[in-house]
């Protein structure tokens, strides 16, 4: 049991992770129940009904702060060293949230894109069903218009706006095309982290992303689908299959540049509110290391890079489930 004392919201709470016995397990979308599908979703639609309580800009639900926290600091997170270490501490605490906050009895779900029918064919994705799914392709730019998430009225983005908006979609069968399994392959067979981390965010990071469009394609505020949450815990997936492969050396395989280069496509121009990173805390030179502190913004403990290298520890405590 290790228990600490950390300044949370203003207040000493005492977080405690339990050793880690019995992992969660998160499988493919697609592997689920029908049961187990609603499950996830009532749980999700919880967190959009509940008040946020970060603070952050425009954040209106529990559903928001997660966007926010991405919101707030895209530049500190993509094409980074950081990029898959953040995203892992931020997919852990929704699912935490989904459980402690909303009943959620599961694990977090991860979409499974290189299947056979989704590849080149996102429109016919078991995840856009509309009962058992996040719901339709909004016809083209446009709102979605069936599934439960239909009404959601999106407070963050486009990008940094603060506008209430729907949850829309784009398909792009072009991009969707991405996410094939060759494309998981060719990273999985990088022998180092400073080509694996570049290769998984290009094509099946991008491929996910802008095969989905609208919102999702948005570098910024794309959390505002919920749908990120399963194509980024595949992603997640991704680099623990990669680490995997050699997990003593690669628990502690990190690096890469630590700023993000200018002009990155689908990345909007960054307001003058929000000044060029020099570095992140704990982590203040130009490459990314251990030591670097991932800023929850109190949606979460702030944890390190060195945390989260390893999904079986006592603080993230979870397994991938083959599908
Ligand atoms: C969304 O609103 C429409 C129109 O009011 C309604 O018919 C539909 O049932 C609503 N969908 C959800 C998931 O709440
Ligand atoms: C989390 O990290 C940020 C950046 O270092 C820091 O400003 C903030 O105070 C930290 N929050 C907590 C709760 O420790
Ligand atoms: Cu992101």
Redesign the pocket.
């Known amino acids: 049991m290790i228990l600490t004392k950390?300044?949370?919201l203003g207040l000493f709470v005492e977080l405690s992770a339990a050793a880690c016995t019995t992992k969660g397990q998160r499988r493919a979308w697609h592997t689920l129940t029908n049961t187990d599908k609603l499950a996830y979703i009532n749980a999700e639609l919880c967190l959009m009904k509940k008040p946020a309580k970060l603070g952050l800009p425009g954040a209106k639900t529990r559903f928001d702060d997660f966007q926010a926290v991405h919101q707030v600091q895209a530049y500190l997170t993509h094409y980074v060293g950081a990029f898959l270490p953040f995203h892992r501490a931020l997919l852990s605490a929704h699912e935490n949230a989904l459980r402690t906050e909303c009943g959620y009895t599961g694990w977090q779900p991860y979409v499974y894109w290189q299947e056979q029918r989704d590849t080149g064919n996102f429109k016919k994705s078991v995840v856009l069903d509309p009962t058992y799914g996040f719901g339709g392709d909004g016809s083209g730019g446009k709102c979605i218009t069936n599934g439960p998430f239909a009404n959601y009225t999106n407070s963050l983005g486009p990008g940094y706006s603060i506008t209430s908006h729907c949850i829309d979609r784009q398909i792009s069968e072009m991009f969707s095309g991405w996410t094939g399994q060759k494309d998981v392959d060719a990273c999985l067979a990088k022998t180092t982290w400073l080509t694996a981390w570049p290769c998984i965010e290009d094509r099946p990071h991008g491929g996910g992303h802008s095969g989905v469009g609208g919102q999702m394609s948005n570098g910024v505020s794309s959390p505002g689908d919920p749908l990120f949450y399963l194509h980024h815990t595949w992603l997640d997936k991704m680099w623990w299959d990669w680490q995997a492969k050699d997990l003593t050396k690669r628990l502690k395989e990190m690096g890469g540049t630590n700023i993000m280069p200018d002009g990155k496509p689908a990345f909007p121009p960054r307001p003058n509110t929000i000044p060029k990173p020099t570095g992140a805390?704990g982590d203040p030179g130009t490459q990314t290391t251990m030591t670097h502190?991932l800023?929850m913004y109190?949606n979460s403990p702030?944890v390190t890079i060195a945390d989260v290298m390893d999904i079986g520890n006592d603080l993230l405590c979870y397994e991938y489930v083959e599908p």
């Open positions: 950390i300044l949370f805390a502190i800023n109190g702030n």
